[in-house]
């Protein structure tokens, strides 16, 4: 069984950006594609970004150009890198692999307010 332990949500304003960290206990996190996902209330959740164990990224539409994804292997964390954040960014944000698997973390909020 793996644990995502997600870190670095918290309220900022319009422009504004953060960091988002989650520290992986798998134990292939090396050769694991990984990815950032978001669950607004009333909403499914959906994928952000993702990065493949090489290293290849890929984003929603709507946050290209803001987010950067990045992984470390070594510590066994996946990155999120948020920047000129908008409103409609505002959600508890997740991370887990690609495939997903059935191991979620608690989530870290992110709110976007002036």
């Known amino acids: 069984q793996v644990q995502f332990v997600e870190s670095g949500g918290g309220l900022v304003q319009p422009g504004g950006s953060?960091?988002?960290?989650?520290?992986?206990?798998?134990?292939?996190?090396?050769?694991?594609?990984?990815?950032?996902?978001?669950?607004t209330p009333g909403r499914q959740r959906e994928v952000v970004a993702t990065i493949?164990?090489?290293?290849?990224t890929s984003y929603r539409d709507s946050v290209k150009g803001r987010f950067t994804i990045s992984r470390d292997n070594?510590?066994?964390?996946?990155?999120?890198?948020?920047?000129?954040?908008?409103?409609?960014?505002?959600?508890?944000?997740?991370?887990?692999?690609?495939?997903?698997?059935?191991?979620?973390g608690q989530g870290t909020q992110v709110t976007v307010s002036s």
């Open 18 to 39: 953060l960091r988002l960290s989650c520290v992986s206990s798998g134990s292939i996190f090396s050769i694991t594609h990984m990815g950032w996902y978001r669950q």
């Open 74 to 104: 070594a510590e066994k964390t996946v990155n999120l890198l948020m920047n000129n954040l908008k409103p409609e960014d505002t959600a508890v944000y997740y991370c887990n692999s690609l495939p997903i698997s059935p191991y979620w």
């Open 52 to 56: 493949t164990s090489g290293g290849s």
